[in-house]
Protein backbone atom coordinates (compact mmCIF):
# COMPACT_ATOMS: atom_id res chain seq x y z
CA UNK A 1 0.00 0.00 0.00
CA UNK A 2 1.52 3.29 -0.93
CA UNK A 3 -0.89 5.55 1.70
CA UNK A 4 -1.32 7.94 -0.76
CA UNK A 5 -4.79 9.37 0.26
CA UNK A 6 -4.26 8.76 4.38
CA UNK A 7 -0.90 10.74 3.76
CA UNK A 8 -2.48 13.61 1.69
CA UNK A 9 -5.54 14.07 4.26
CA UNK A 10 -3.30 13.90 7.02
CA UNK A 11 -0.81 16.44 5.68
CA UNK A 12 -3.33 18.72 4.90
CA UNK A 13 -5.00 18.26 8.71
CA UNK A 14 -1.71 18.72 10.34
CA UNK A 15 -1.38 21.92 8.19
CA UNK A 16 -4.24 23.62 9.63
CA UNK A 17 -3.68 22.90 13.28
CA UNK A 18 -0.11 24.43 13.11
CA UNK A 19 -1.86 27.20 11.46
CA UNK A 20 -4.33 27.76 14.47
CA UNK A 21 -1.48 26.99 17.23
CA UNK A 22 0.40 29.94 15.19
CA UNK A 23 -2.34 32.00 15.43
CA UNK A 24 -3.59 31.32 19.27
CA UNK A 25 0.32 31.68 20.48
CA UNK A 26 0.56 34.98 18.96
CA UNK A 27 -1.96 36.33 20.94
CA UNK A 28 -2.00 34.04 23.69
CA UNK A 29 -3.49 35.34 27.64
CA UNK A 30 -3.87 33.54 30.47
CA UNK A 31 -7.21 32.52 30.37
CA UNK A 32 -5.73 30.23 27.43
CA UNK A 33 -4.48 28.20 30.10
CA UNK A 34 -6.00 25.53 32.38
CA UNK A 35 -4.71 22.63 34.59
CA UNK A 36 -5.92 19.21 33.51
CA UNK A 37 -5.85 16.22 36.34
CA UNK A 38 -2.93 15.01 35.92
CA UNK A 39 -1.11 18.84 36.65
CA UNK A 40 -0.14 19.17 33.23
CA UNK A 41 -1.09 22.07 30.93
CA UNK A 42 -3.71 22.40 28.03
CA UNK A 43 -4.32 25.33 26.39
CA UNK A 44 -6.91 26.98 23.48
CA UNK A 45 -4.71 26.09 20.71
CA UNK A 46 -4.39 22.08 22.02
CA UNK A 47 -8.52 21.68 21.73
CA UNK A 48 -8.47 23.69 18.60
CA UNK A 49 -5.90 22.02 16.88
CA UNK A 50 -7.44 18.01 17.94
CA UNK A 51 -11.13 19.76 16.86
CA UNK A 52 -9.87 20.66 13.22
CA UNK A 53 -7.68 17.08 12.87
CA UNK A 54 -9.92 15.06 14.17
CA UNK A 55 -12.69 16.79 11.85
CA UNK A 56 -10.89 16.92 9.00
CA UNK A 57 -9.71 12.84 9.51
CA UNK A 58 -13.54 11.89 10.30
CA UNK A 59 -14.67 13.64 7.11
CA UNK A 60 -12.52 11.34 4.77
CA UNK A 61 -12.20 8.20 6.92
CA UNK A 62 -15.33 7.78 9.25
CA UNK A 63 -14.28 4.18 9.74
CA UNK A 64 -10.46 4.97 11.74
CA UNK A 65 -10.84 5.65 14.75
CA UNK A 66 -8.73 8.13 16.73
CA UNK A 67 -7.00 7.73 20.04
CA UNK A 68 -5.78 11.15 20.81
CA UNK A 69 -3.93 13.34 23.58
CA UNK A 70 -7.19 15.54 24.89
CA UNK A 71 -10.82 14.78 25.80
CA UNK A 72 -13.53 17.78 26.30
CA UNK A 73 -13.89 16.98 30.06
CA UNK A 74 -12.20 20.32 30.68
CA UNK A 75 -14.16 22.23 28.19
CA UNK A 76 -17.42 20.51 29.83
CA UNK A 77 -16.31 21.62 33.45
CA UNK A 78 -17.37 24.53 35.83
CA UNK A 79 -16.55 27.38 34.21
CA UNK A 80 -15.41 25.79 30.86
CA UNK A 81 -17.75 27.80 28.97
CA UNK A 82 -15.40 30.97 28.13
CA UNK A 83 -12.51 28.21 27.33
CA UNK A 84 -15.13 26.52 24.48
CA UNK A 85 -15.60 29.76 22.90
CA UNK A 86 -12.43 31.07 22.70
CA UNK A 87 -11.67 27.61 21.04
CA UNK A 88 -15.14 27.81 18.58
CA UNK A 89 -13.45 31.08 17.56
CA UNK A 90 -10.08 29.63 16.37
CA UNK A 91 -11.78 26.16 14.66
CA UNK A 92 -14.67 28.26 13.41
CA UNK A 93 -11.98 30.12 11.15
CA UNK A 94 -10.90 26.75 9.63
CA UNK A 95 -14.46 25.35 9.45
CA UNK A 96 -16.87 28.19 9.38
CA UNK A 97 -20.22 25.60 10.16
CA UNK A 98 -18.61 24.52 13.07
CA UNK A 99 -20.63 24.67 16.16
CA UNK A 100 -20.08 23.50 19.84
CA UNK A 101 -21.61 20.56 19.71
CA UNK A 102 -19.81 19.83 16.35
CA UNK A 103 -16.20 20.93 18.05
CA UNK A 104 -17.03 18.79 21.76
CA UNK A 105 -17.74 15.70 19.55
CA UNK A 106 -15.01 16.08 17.36
CA UNK A 107 -12.47 16.20 20.40
CA UNK A 108 -14.13 13.42 22.03
CA UNK A 109 -13.79 11.77 18.51
CA UNK A 110 -10.36 10.89 19.97
CA UNK A 111 -11.27 8.62 22.73
CA UNK A 112 -10.26 5.24 21.10
CA UNK A 113 -8.17 2.87 23.28
CA UNK A 114 -5.47 1.39 20.63
CA UNK A 115 -4.56 -2.03 20.21
CA UNK A 116 -2.98 -4.57 18.03
CA UNK A 117 -6.32 -5.09 15.39
CA UNK A 118 -6.92 -3.08 12.75
CA UNK A 119 -5.89 1.06 11.60
CA UNK A 120 -6.20 3.67 14.27
CA UNK A 121 -4.72 7.41 14.03
CA UNK A 122 -2.97 8.79 17.07
CA UNK A 123 -2.53 12.55 17.87
CA UNK A 124 -0.97 14.78 19.73
CA UNK A 125 -2.89 17.71 19.21
CA UNK A 126 0.18 19.61 20.67
CA UNK A 127 3.58 18.03 21.71
CA UNK A 128 5.58 19.98 24.16
CA UNK A 129 2.67 22.28 25.28
CA UNK A 130 5.34 23.71 28.21
CA UNK A 131 7.58 24.74 24.98
CA UNK A 132 4.41 26.44 23.49
CA UNK A 133 3.82 28.41 26.27
CA UNK A 134 7.15 29.47 26.65
CA UNK A 135 7.41 30.36 23.43
CA UNK A 136 9.62 28.01 21.98
CA UNK A 137 9.21 24.58 19.89
CA UNK A 138 6.41 22.42 19.78
CA UNK A 139 4.94 20.14 17.19
CA UNK A 140 1.49 18.46 16.01
CA UNK A 141 2.08 14.87 15.35
CA UNK A 142 -0.21 12.45 13.66
CA UNK A 143 0.35 8.98 12.83
CA UNK A 144 -1.47 5.85 11.16
CA UNK A 145 -1.30 2.31 13.07
CA UNK A 146 -2.12 -0.70 11.77
CA UNK A 147 -2.17 -3.90 13.22
CA UNK A 148 -0.48 -2.56 16.07
CA UNK A 149 2.74 -0.86 13.59
CA UNK A 150 3.48 2.43 12.86
CA UNK A 151 2.66 2.95 9.02
CA UNK A 152 2.59 6.53 8.45
CA UNK A 153 3.79 9.81 10.32
CA UNK A 154 3.65 13.25 10.09
CA UNK A 155 5.17 15.91 12.27
CA UNK A 156 4.52 19.66 11.99
CA UNK A 157 6.74 21.89 13.83
CA UNK A 158 5.69 25.26 13.23
CA UNK A 159 8.45 27.22 14.29
CA UNK A 160 11.68 24.78 13.95
CA UNK A 161 14.29 26.29 11.75
CA UNK A 162 14.44 24.48 8.48
CA UNK A 163 18.31 24.61 8.83
CA UNK A 164 19.42 24.54 12.57
CA UNK A 165 22.46 26.26 11.91
CA UNK A 166 20.83 29.13 10.06
CA UNK A 167 17.79 29.67 11.86
CA UNK A 168 16.86 33.22 10.19
CA UNK A 169 16.76 31.11 7.03
CA UNK A 170 12.76 30.05 7.67
CA UNK A 171 10.86 28.42 9.84
CA UNK A 172 8.05 25.77 10.03
CA UNK A 173 8.09 22.41 8.26
CA UNK A 174 6.32 18.96 8.44
CA UNK A 175 8.32 15.65 7.78
CA UNK A 176 6.42 12.91 6.75
CA UNK A 177 7.15 9.22 6.31
CA UNK A 178 5.30 6.00 5.25
CA UNK A 179 6.92 2.63 5.80
CA UNK A 180 9.06 1.38 3.56
CA UNK A 181 9.10 5.02 1.42
CA UNK A 182 11.49 7.23 3.18
CA UNK A 183 11.07 10.25 5.02
CA UNK A 184 10.94 13.56 4.05
CA UNK A 185 10.97 17.30 4.84
CA UNK A 186 8.49 20.51 3.97
CA UNK A 187 8.71 23.72 4.44
CA UNK A 188 4.70 24.40 6.60
CA UNK A 189 3.25 26.69 3.82
CA UNK A 190 4.48 24.31 0.24
CA UNK A 191 4.21 21.07 -0.88
CA UNK A 192 7.45 20.23 -1.87
CA UNK A 193 8.44 17.58 0.04
CA UNK A 194 12.55 17.00 -0.48
CA UNK A 195 13.96 13.25 0.77
CA UNK A 196 15.96 13.44 4.62
CA UNK A 197 18.28 11.50 6.24
CA UNK A 198 20.27 10.41 9.48
CA UNK A 199 23.90 12.05 10.21
CA UNK A 200 26.21 9.42 9.02
CA UNK A 201 28.55 10.12 12.04
CA UNK A 202 29.90 7.03 13.20
CA UNK A 203 32.30 8.33 16.32
CA UNK A 204 30.19 8.86 19.15
CA UNK A 205 32.68 11.62 20.60
CA UNK A 206 31.26 13.27 17.32
CA UNK A 207 27.79 12.75 17.96
CA UNK A 208 25.37 15.67 19.10
CA UNK A 209 22.57 14.38 20.93
CA UNK A 210 19.39 16.12 22.06
CA UNK A 211 16.69 15.74 25.09
CA UNK A 212 13.85 17.70 26.41
CA UNK A 213 14.26 21.28 27.57
CA UNK A 214 12.45 19.70 30.48
CA UNK A 215 14.88 18.08 32.84
CA UNK A 216 11.28 16.03 34.65
CA UNK A 217 10.86 14.79 30.99
CA UNK A 218 14.47 13.25 30.82
CA UNK A 219 16.82 12.91 33.36
CA UNK A 220 19.91 15.66 32.53
CA UNK A 221 22.41 13.95 35.19
CA UNK A 222 22.29 10.43 33.59
CA UNK A 223 22.31 11.87 29.89
CA UNK A 224 25.79 14.27 31.04
CA UNK A 225 26.72 11.11 32.45
CA UNK A 226 25.91 8.72 29.14
CA UNK A 227 27.49 11.93 27.15
CA UNK A 228 30.58 11.70 28.93
CA UNK A 229 31.04 7.62 28.44
CA UNK A 230 30.59 8.07 24.61
CA UNK A 231 32.95 11.52 24.39
CA UNK A 232 30.55 13.89 22.73
CA UNK A 233 31.85 17.11 22.86
CA UNK A 234 28.71 19.06 21.71
CA UNK A 235 26.38 20.75 24.48
CA UNK A 236 23.21 19.00 24.54
CA UNK A 237 21.15 19.91 21.66
CA UNK A 238 17.69 20.66 24.31
CA UNK A 239 14.24 20.85 22.45
CA UNK A 240 10.99 20.35 23.59
CA UNK A 241 8.41 17.82 22.06
CA UNK A 242 9.05 15.49 18.68
CA UNK A 243 11.28 18.30 17.30
CA UNK A 244 13.98 16.14 18.80
CA UNK A 245 12.93 13.17 16.16
CA UNK A 246 12.64 15.61 13.21
CA UNK A 247 16.47 16.94 14.00
CA UNK A 248 17.33 13.67 14.53
CA UNK A 249 15.98 12.43 10.85
CA UNK A 250 17.56 15.48 9.38
CA UNK A 251 20.65 14.79 10.53
CA UNK A 252 21.30 18.04 12.95
CA UNK A 253 21.65 15.67 16.03
CA UNK A 254 22.68 11.74 15.85
CA UNK A 255 21.50 10.86 18.90
CA UNK A 256 18.23 11.48 20.92
CA UNK A 257 17.92 10.36 24.79
CA UNK A 258 14.72 10.29 27.22
CA UNK A 259 16.03 8.84 30.16
CA UNK A 260 13.61 7.82 32.75
CA UNK A 261 13.22 10.10 35.67
CA UNK A 262 10.38 8.92 37.60
CA UNK A 263 9.30 5.03 38.60
CA UNK A 264 6.20 3.78 36.74
CA UNK A 265 6.18 6.50 34.16
CA UNK A 266 4.81 5.24 30.50
CA UNK A 267 5.34 6.80 27.65
CA UNK A 268 2.25 7.88 25.95
CA UNK A 269 1.77 6.37 22.21
CA UNK A 270 1.25 9.87 20.24
CA UNK A 271 4.65 11.34 21.85
CA UNK A 272 6.53 8.67 19.91
CA UNK A 273 4.43 6.80 16.82
CA UNK A 274 4.97 9.92 13.83
CA UNK A 275 8.32 10.83 15.72
CA UNK A 276 9.57 7.37 15.63
CA UNK A 277 8.72 6.08 11.85
CA UNK A 278 10.04 9.39 10.43
CA UNK A 279 13.62 8.38 11.76
CA UNK A 280 13.37 5.23 11.15
CA UNK A 281 12.54 5.76 7.19
CA UNK A 282 15.29 8.37 7.38
CA UNK A 283 17.84 5.61 8.38
CA UNK A 284 18.10 5.59 11.91
CA UNK A 285 17.01 3.18 14.78
CA UNK A 286 14.45 4.08 17.64
CA UNK A 287 14.16 1.60 20.78
CA UNK A 288 13.79 1.90 24.52
CA UNK A 289 16.48 2.21 26.98
CA UNK A 290 17.05 -1.69 27.16
CA UNK A 291 17.36 -1.74 23.31
CA UNK A 292 13.69 -2.97 22.93
CA UNK A 293 11.54 -2.29 19.75
CA UNK A 294 8.88 0.55 20.88
CA UNK A 295 5.31 -1.85 21.46
CA UNK A 296 2.77 0.52 19.46
CA UNK A 297 0.15 -2.77 20.11
CA UNK A 298 -0.53 -2.42 24.09
CA UNK A 299 -3.29 0.31 23.78
CA UNK A 300 -3.08 4.34 24.81
CA UNK A 301 0.74 3.70 26.08
CA UNK A 302 4.28 2.26 25.48
CA UNK A 303 3.33 -0.20 28.97
CA UNK A 304 6.16 -2.28 27.33
CA UNK A 305 8.67 0.08 27.56
CA UNK A 306 11.05 2.38 29.36
CA UNK A 307 12.58 5.87 27.89
CA UNK A 308 13.77 5.89 24.72
CA UNK A 309 17.36 5.71 22.52
CA UNK A 310 16.93 7.10 18.79
CA UNK A 311 20.16 7.25 16.80
CA UNK A 312 21.24 7.16 13.09
CA UNK A 313 21.24 3.44 13.78
CA UNK A 314 25.26 3.40 12.81
CA UNK A 315 25.95 4.30 16.90
CA UNK A 316 22.97 2.32 18.29
CA UNK A 317 24.82 -0.25 19.98
CA UNK A 318 27.52 2.12 21.46
CA UNK A 319 24.72 4.17 23.35
CA UNK A 320 22.94 1.50 24.21
CA UNK A 321 25.58 0.12 26.16
CA UNK A 322 26.62 3.27 27.58
CA UNK A 323 23.08 3.84 28.45
CA UNK A 324 22.93 0.45 30.66
CA UNK A 325 26.18 1.65 32.14
CA UNK A 326 24.60 4.58 33.78
CA UNK A 327 21.56 3.22 34.60
CA UNK A 328 22.09 -0.07 35.75
CA UNK A 329 20.67 -3.65 33.68
CA UNK A 330 17.11 -3.41 32.53
CA UNK A 331 14.54 -4.49 34.43
CA UNK A 332 11.71 -6.59 33.00
CA UNK A 333 8.78 -3.80 32.00
P1 LIG B 1 9.22 16.91 25.90
O1 LIG B 1 8.79 17.94 24.94
O2 LIG B 1 10.31 16.04 25.41
O3 LIG B 1 9.52 17.51 27.26
O4 LIG B 1 8.01 15.92 26.06
C1 LIG B 1 6.71 16.36 26.25
C2 LIG B 1 5.89 15.16 26.64
O5 LIG B 1 6.41 14.62 27.84
C3 LIG B 1 4.46 15.44 26.96
O6 LIG B 1 3.68 15.24 25.81
C4 LIG B 1 4.10 14.41 28.03
O7 LIG B 1 3.23 13.43 27.51
C5 LIG B 1 5.42 13.77 28.38
N1 LIG B 1 5.71 13.59 29.81
C6 LIG B 1 5.02 14.06 30.88
N2 LIG B 1 5.59 13.63 32.04
C7 LIG B 1 6.67 12.87 31.69
C8 LIG B 1 7.66 12.13 32.42
N3 LIG B 1 7.68 12.11 33.75
N4 LIG B 1 8.59 11.46 31.72
C9 LIG B 1 8.60 11.48 30.38
N5 LIG B 1 7.70 12.16 29.63
C10 LIG B 1 6.73 12.85 30.27
MG1 LIG C 1 2.80 15.21 24.02
Known amino acids: MNYESELKVAVEAVRK ?9 SSLVTEDEVTKKDDTPVTVADFGAQAVICHE ?5 PDIPIAAEEDSSELRSKGGEALVARVLEYAAEIFPGMDERGLVSAIDAGDY ?11 DPIDGTKGFLRGEQYAVALALIEDGRVVLGVVGCPDLPLDLEHPDSGRGCILTAVRGGGSSMRPLEH ?3 KLIAVSDINDTK ?5 ESVESAHSSHGDSARIAELLGVKAPPIRIDSQCKYAVLARGDASIYLRLPTKKGYVEKIWDHAAGSIIVEEAGGLVTDVNGKELDFSLGRTLS ?3 GIVGTNGL ?3 AVLSAVSEVLGPG ?3
Do not use: D, Y
Open 17 to 25: ACGLCMRVQ
Open 331 to 333: EET
Open 315 to 317: IHE
Open 57 to 61: IRKSF
Open 304 to 306: GNK
Open 191 to 193: NTP
Open 206 to 210: HAPFC
Open 113 to 123: GGGNEGRFWTL
